[in-house]
Protein backbone atom coordinates (compact mmCIF):
# COMPACT_ATOMS: atom_id res chain seq x y z
CA UNK A 1 0.00 0.00 0.00
CA UNK A 2 0.94 3.68 -0.50
CA UNK A 3 0.81 4.49 3.16
CA UNK A 4 2.58 1.40 4.08
CA UNK A 5 6.09 3.26 4.25
CA UNK A 6 4.90 5.69 6.92
CA UNK A 7 4.33 3.11 9.48
CA UNK A 8 7.70 0.92 8.27
CA UNK A 9 10.18 0.56 11.26
CA UNK A 10 13.40 2.40 10.59
CA UNK A 11 16.68 1.79 12.20
CA UNK A 12 16.30 3.62 15.31
CA UNK A 13 13.06 1.67 16.43
CA UNK A 14 15.51 -1.66 16.58
CA UNK A 15 18.46 0.45 18.36
CA UNK A 16 15.88 1.64 20.73
CA UNK A 17 14.53 -2.09 20.95
CA UNK A 18 18.30 -3.34 21.48
CA UNK A 19 19.18 -0.97 24.08
CA UNK A 20 16.16 -2.46 25.89
CA UNK A 21 17.32 -6.20 25.25
CA UNK A 22 20.96 -4.89 26.62
CA UNK A 23 19.61 -3.66 29.66
CA UNK A 24 17.44 -6.24 30.44
CA UNK A 25 20.06 -8.45 29.85
CA UNK A 26 18.42 -10.17 26.63
CA UNK A 27 21.52 -10.92 24.63
CA UNK A 28 20.03 -12.75 22.04
CA UNK A 29 17.35 -10.55 21.26
CA UNK A 30 19.75 -7.42 21.63
CA UNK A 31 21.65 -9.33 18.76
CA UNK A 32 18.59 -9.99 16.57
CA UNK A 33 17.51 -6.25 16.89
CA UNK A 34 20.58 -4.72 15.80
CA UNK A 35 21.19 -6.72 13.29
CA UNK A 36 17.91 -5.62 11.73
CA UNK A 37 18.66 -1.97 12.34
CA UNK A 38 22.33 -2.75 10.89
CA UNK A 39 20.12 -3.83 7.81
CA UNK A 40 18.09 -1.07 7.63
CA UNK A 41 20.25 2.08 8.55
CA UNK A 42 21.10 4.13 5.69
CA UNK A 43 24.58 5.90 4.28
CA UNK A 44 23.21 9.05 5.43
CA UNK A 45 23.45 7.35 8.77
CA UNK A 46 27.44 7.16 9.56
CA UNK A 47 27.18 8.29 12.95
CA UNK A 48 23.84 5.75 13.83
CA UNK A 49 25.63 3.02 11.82
CA UNK A 50 29.28 2.68 13.80
CA UNK A 51 26.60 2.76 17.28
CA UNK A 52 25.44 -0.14 15.41
CA UNK A 53 28.10 -1.82 14.71
CA UNK A 54 29.51 -1.33 18.30
CA UNK A 55 26.39 -2.32 19.88
CA UNK A 56 25.93 -5.18 18.25
CA UNK A 57 29.64 -6.17 18.76
CA UNK A 58 29.22 -5.27 22.72
CA UNK A 59 25.56 -8.23 22.48
CA UNK A 60 27.45 -10.56 20.26
CA UNK A 61 30.97 -10.80 22.64
CA UNK A 62 28.28 -11.21 25.67
CA UNK A 63 26.96 -14.77 24.02
CA UNK A 64 30.68 -15.49 23.43
CA UNK A 65 31.07 -15.11 26.81
CA UNK A 66 27.81 -16.53 28.22
CA UNK A 67 28.98 -19.70 26.03
CA UNK A 68 32.23 -19.86 27.49
CA UNK A 69 30.97 -19.79 30.92
CA UNK A 70 28.73 -22.78 29.98
CA UNK A 71 31.35 -24.36 28.23
CA UNK A 72 33.09 -24.04 31.01
CA UNK A 73 30.96 -25.68 33.28
CA UNK A 74 30.32 -28.85 31.05
CA UNK A 75 33.66 -29.72 30.84
CA UNK A 76 34.02 -29.53 35.06
CA UNK A 77 30.85 -31.81 34.79
CA UNK A 78 32.93 -34.22 32.50
CA UNK A 79 30.52 -33.57 29.42
CA UNK A 80 32.98 -33.05 26.76
CA UNK A 81 31.04 -32.81 24.09
CA UNK A 82 28.65 -30.22 25.18
CA UNK A 83 31.69 -28.12 26.31
CA UNK A 84 32.44 -28.28 22.52
CA UNK A 85 29.52 -27.04 21.22
CA UNK A 86 29.28 -24.40 23.55
CA UNK A 87 32.98 -23.44 22.67
CA UNK A 88 31.92 -23.35 18.94
CA UNK A 89 29.13 -21.33 19.63
CA UNK A 90 32.08 -18.77 21.42
CA UNK A 91 33.98 -18.71 18.55
CA UNK A 92 30.67 -18.04 16.04
CA UNK A 93 29.49 -15.24 18.07
CA UNK A 94 32.33 -13.63 19.21
CA UNK A 95 33.79 -10.07 17.83
CA UNK A 96 36.27 -9.46 20.24
CA UNK A 97 39.81 -10.91 19.04
CA UNK A 98 40.60 -11.93 22.71
CA UNK A 99 37.21 -13.64 23.50
CA UNK A 100 37.53 -15.36 20.01
CA UNK A 101 41.48 -16.37 20.90
CA UNK A 102 40.13 -17.82 24.08
CA UNK A 103 37.00 -19.50 22.69
CA UNK A 104 39.51 -21.49 20.22
CA UNK A 105 41.89 -22.54 22.76
CA UNK A 106 39.14 -24.00 24.52
CA UNK A 107 37.60 -25.91 21.88
CA UNK A 108 40.76 -27.19 20.78
CA UNK A 109 41.48 -27.78 24.40
CA UNK A 110 38.62 -30.06 24.76
CA UNK A 111 39.05 -31.77 21.98
CA UNK A 112 42.16 -33.50 23.29
CA UNK A 113 40.43 -33.72 27.32
CA UNK A 114 39.83 -36.73 28.95
CA UNK A 115 36.48 -37.09 30.28
CA UNK A 116 36.17 -36.20 33.93
CA UNK A 117 34.03 -38.08 36.34
CA UNK A 118 30.86 -35.97 37.26
CA UNK A 119 31.12 -35.50 40.87
CA UNK A 120 34.50 -33.68 40.46
CA UNK A 121 34.44 -30.16 41.89
CA UNK A 122 35.06 -27.33 39.53
CA UNK A 123 39.63 -27.59 39.96
CA UNK A 124 39.25 -30.61 37.62
CA UNK A 125 38.72 -28.13 35.08
CA UNK A 126 42.15 -26.96 34.86
CA UNK A 127 43.70 -30.33 34.58
CA UNK A 128 41.34 -32.27 32.04
CA UNK A 129 43.48 -31.21 29.25
CA UNK A 130 46.05 -34.37 27.66
CA UNK A 131 50.02 -33.40 28.03
CA UNK A 132 49.46 -33.35 23.86
CA UNK A 133 47.98 -29.97 24.66
CA UNK A 134 51.23 -27.48 24.58
CA UNK A 135 49.16 -24.61 25.53
CA UNK A 136 47.00 -26.35 28.32
CA UNK A 137 47.70 -25.10 32.13
CA UNK A 138 45.57 -24.75 35.27
CA UNK A 139 44.32 -21.53 34.78
CA UNK A 140 43.01 -21.62 31.27
CA UNK A 141 39.44 -20.69 32.46
CA UNK A 142 39.69 -18.67 34.65
CA UNK A 143 37.93 -16.21 32.07
CA UNK A 144 34.70 -17.72 31.42
CA UNK A 145 34.78 -18.93 35.61
CA UNK A 146 34.69 -15.32 36.26
CA UNK A 147 31.65 -14.73 34.24
CA UNK A 148 28.69 -14.60 37.08
CA UNK A 149 25.78 -17.01 36.43
CA UNK A 150 23.51 -15.55 34.22
CA UNK A 151 20.07 -14.80 35.18
CA UNK A 152 17.93 -16.30 32.04
CA UNK A 153 14.78 -17.74 31.41
CA UNK A 154 14.35 -20.92 29.19
CA UNK A 155 13.48 -19.29 26.64
CA UNK A 156 16.71 -17.02 26.18
CA UNK A 157 18.75 -19.97 27.14
CA UNK A 158 17.95 -21.53 24.50
CA UNK A 159 18.04 -19.31 22.15
CA UNK A 160 21.64 -18.18 23.36
CA UNK A 161 23.04 -22.08 23.07
CA UNK A 162 21.77 -22.51 19.16
CA UNK A 163 21.97 -19.06 18.02
CA UNK A 164 25.27 -18.85 16.11
CA UNK A 165 24.70 -22.96 15.29
CA UNK A 166 26.79 -22.55 11.85
CA UNK A 167 24.39 -23.06 8.61
CA UNK A 168 21.35 -24.03 8.69
CA UNK A 169 21.56 -25.46 12.37
CA UNK A 170 20.04 -22.76 14.37
CA UNK A 171 16.68 -22.13 12.45
CA UNK A 172 16.16 -25.89 12.35
CA UNK A 173 16.83 -26.40 16.23
CA UNK A 174 14.20 -23.26 16.76
CA UNK A 175 11.88 -25.55 14.82
CA UNK A 176 12.19 -28.35 16.68
CA UNK A 177 9.50 -26.78 18.81
CA UNK A 178 9.13 -26.31 22.81
CA UNK A 179 9.13 -30.16 23.67
CA UNK A 180 12.51 -30.31 22.22
CA UNK A 181 14.08 -27.21 23.99
CA UNK A 182 12.70 -28.56 27.20
CA UNK A 183 14.68 -32.04 26.34
CA UNK A 184 17.82 -29.60 25.02
CA UNK A 185 17.97 -27.69 28.23
CA UNK A 186 17.99 -30.83 30.18
CA UNK A 187 20.63 -32.34 29.00
CA UNK A 188 22.67 -29.44 29.46
CA UNK A 189 21.46 -29.17 33.38
CA UNK A 190 22.25 -32.89 33.46
CA UNK A 191 18.92 -34.16 33.68
CA UNK A 192 18.82 -37.13 31.19
CA UNK A 193 15.77 -38.58 33.33
CA UNK A 194 13.69 -35.67 31.37
CA UNK A 195 15.21 -35.52 28.15
CA UNK A 196 15.55 -38.94 27.09
CA UNK A 197 11.88 -39.79 26.98
CA UNK A 198 11.17 -36.68 24.86
CA UNK A 199 13.96 -37.71 22.44
CA UNK A 200 13.09 -40.91 22.07
CA UNK A 201 9.89 -40.46 20.93
CA UNK A 202 10.57 -37.39 18.58
CA UNK A 203 13.08 -40.32 17.04
CA UNK A 204 9.94 -42.28 16.65
CA UNK A 205 8.68 -39.68 14.58
CA UNK A 206 11.26 -39.76 12.08
CA UNK A 207 15.03 -40.00 11.18
CA UNK A 208 16.70 -36.24 12.24
CA UNK A 209 20.49 -35.70 12.47
CA UNK A 210 19.96 -33.20 15.59
CA UNK A 211 17.85 -35.77 17.71
CA UNK A 212 20.19 -38.33 17.18
CA UNK A 213 23.15 -36.14 18.19
CA UNK A 214 21.22 -35.24 21.29
CA UNK A 215 20.69 -38.54 21.91
CA UNK A 216 23.97 -39.64 21.51
CA UNK A 217 24.80 -36.79 24.20
CA UNK A 218 22.84 -38.98 26.62
CA UNK A 219 24.31 -42.72 25.47
CA UNK A 220 27.90 -41.15 25.63
CA UNK A 221 27.43 -39.21 29.24
CA UNK A 222 25.95 -42.44 30.53
CA UNK A 223 28.86 -44.54 29.26
CA UNK A 224 27.02 -46.38 26.83
CA UNK A 225 29.73 -46.00 24.16
CA UNK A 226 28.45 -48.46 20.81
CA UNK A 227 24.63 -46.55 21.12
CA UNK A 228 26.63 -43.20 21.31
CA UNK A 229 28.98 -44.41 18.33
CA UNK A 230 25.97 -45.63 16.21
CA UNK A 231 23.33 -42.94 16.46
CA UNK A 232 26.04 -40.37 16.06
CA UNK A 233 26.88 -42.27 12.70
CA UNK A 234 23.78 -42.55 12.11
CA UNK A 235 23.27 -38.29 12.27
CA UNK A 236 25.92 -37.79 9.37
CA UNK A 237 24.36 -40.59 7.57
CA UNK A 238 21.73 -37.81 7.40
CA UNK A 239 23.50 -34.81 7.57
CA UNK A 240 27.02 -35.20 6.35
CA UNK A 241 27.82 -31.87 7.18
CA UNK A 242 27.08 -31.46 10.89
CA UNK A 243 29.74 -30.03 12.65
CA UNK A 244 28.59 -31.34 16.43
CA UNK A 245 28.28 -34.42 14.82
CA UNK A 246 31.73 -34.42 13.68
CA UNK A 247 33.32 -33.21 16.66
CA UNK A 248 31.54 -36.00 18.99
CA UNK A 249 32.95 -38.93 16.26
CA UNK A 250 36.82 -36.99 16.70
CA UNK A 251 36.18 -36.84 20.85
CA UNK A 252 34.95 -40.94 20.70
CA UNK A 253 38.26 -41.87 18.84
CA UNK A 254 40.40 -39.96 21.18
CA UNK A 255 38.46 -41.53 24.02
CA UNK A 256 39.52 -44.85 22.93
CA UNK A 257 42.43 -44.52 22.51
CA UNK A 258 42.32 -44.52 18.23
CA UNK A 259 44.60 -42.33 17.25
CA UNK A 260 44.78 -43.31 13.81
CA UNK A 261 40.81 -43.04 13.63
CA UNK A 262 40.74 -39.42 15.28
CA UNK A 263 43.40 -38.32 12.82
CA UNK A 264 41.20 -39.76 9.77
CA UNK A 265 37.94 -37.89 11.40
CA UNK A 266 40.03 -35.11 11.28
CA UNK A 267 41.08 -35.13 8.05
CA UNK A 268 37.49 -35.68 6.40
CA UNK A 269 36.36 -32.64 8.24
CA UNK A 270 39.16 -30.52 6.37
CA UNK A 271 37.93 -32.62 3.12
CA UNK A 272 34.32 -31.60 3.56
CA UNK A 273 35.24 -28.17 4.83
CA UNK A 274 33.62 -28.28 8.34
CA UNK A 275 35.16 -26.15 11.00
CA UNK A 276 38.48 -26.69 8.62
CA UNK A 277 40.91 -24.48 10.37
CA UNK A 278 39.97 -25.90 14.10
CA UNK A 279 40.65 -29.20 12.23
CA UNK A 280 44.31 -28.70 11.26
CA UNK A 281 45.21 -27.50 14.88
CA UNK A 282 43.60 -30.37 16.43
CA UNK A 283 45.89 -32.81 13.69
CA UNK A 284 48.78 -30.78 15.24
CA UNK A 285 47.61 -31.29 18.96
CA UNK A 286 47.38 -34.88 18.23
CA UNK A 287 50.72 -35.46 17.06
CA UNK A 288 52.39 -33.46 19.28
CA UNK A 289 50.86 -36.10 21.42
CA UNK A 290 52.19 -38.98 19.73
CA UNK A 291 55.37 -37.78 19.90
CA UNK A 292 55.35 -37.30 16.18
CA UNK A 293 56.61 -33.52 16.28
CA UNK A 294 57.77 -33.43 12.46
CA UNK A 295 54.34 -33.87 11.22
CA UNK A 296 52.79 -31.55 13.66
CA UNK A 297 54.96 -28.78 12.81
CA UNK A 298 53.84 -29.51 8.90
CA UNK A 299 50.25 -28.88 9.69
CA UNK A 300 50.80 -26.01 12.02
CA UNK A 301 52.70 -24.52 8.90
CA UNK A 302 49.92 -24.66 7.19
CA UNK A 303 47.85 -23.32 9.93
CA UNK A 304 49.76 -20.01 9.53
CA UNK A 305 48.15 -19.30 6.59
CA UNK A 306 44.96 -19.02 8.06
CA UNK A 307 43.80 -15.78 9.84
CA UNK A 308 41.72 -17.94 12.24
CA UNK A 309 43.90 -19.93 13.56
CA UNK A 310 47.31 -18.50 12.41
CA UNK A 311 48.22 -16.99 16.33
CA UNK A 312 47.09 -20.33 17.60
CA UNK A 313 49.30 -22.70 15.19
CA UNK A 314 52.20 -19.56 15.97
CA UNK A 315 52.38 -20.44 19.66
CA UNK A 316 52.20 -24.12 19.35
CA UNK A 317 55.15 -23.96 16.68
CA UNK A 318 57.46 -21.84 18.51
CA UNK A 319 58.43 -24.37 21.09
CA UNK A 320 58.39 -27.11 18.57
CA UNK A 321 60.61 -25.08 16.38
CA UNK A 322 62.94 -24.19 19.53
CA UNK A 323 63.34 -28.26 19.94
CA UNK A 324 64.31 -28.99 17.36
CA UNK A 325 66.99 -25.96 17.19
CA UNK A 326 65.35 -24.28 14.51
CA UNK A 327 66.01 -20.61 16.82
CA UNK A 328 65.43 -18.07 13.80
CA UNK A 329 62.35 -19.80 12.52
CA UNK A 330 60.95 -19.64 16.40
CA UNK A 331 62.09 -15.84 16.40
CA UNK A 332 60.73 -14.77 13.39
CA UNK A 333 57.35 -16.61 14.69
CA UNK A 334 57.45 -14.75 17.57
CA UNK A 335 58.31 -11.25 15.74
CA UNK A 336 54.65 -11.84 13.13
CA UNK A 337 52.57 -13.83 15.49
CA UNK A 338 53.09 -13.50 19.08
CA UNK A 339 54.09 -9.96 19.54
CA UNK A 340 51.31 -8.40 21.04
CA UNK A 341 50.43 -11.44 23.12
CA UNK A 342 51.12 -10.28 26.12
Known sequence: MVFSRFFKKDHRHYMAQGEKYLQAERYADARAAFSEAAERVGADAAEDARSIKERLGFACDRLAELNLHEGSRSLTAGDIMKAQEHFQLAINFAVDTQVREAAQKALREAAVAKPAQPAKKAEAAGHSCASSCSS???????????????????????????????????????????????????????????ALPILEKMRLSGE??????????????????????????????????NPLCHLARVQMAIDGGNFHLAVGHLKKMRELDVLADQALIMLGDLYIGSGDRQTAMEYLSQALDIQTVAKAAAEKL???????????EAQYLVKRYLKCSH
Not at 318 to 328: D, N
Open 208 to 241: NDIVMYELALIMYRSRRGSESHYLVEQALRINPT
Open 318 to 328: VPLLSEAGRTQ
Open 136 to 194: CGPGHHDAPEEIPEPDLDDEDRFHIMVGPLPGDLPERYAAMGKEFAKAYLAIHDGDDAT
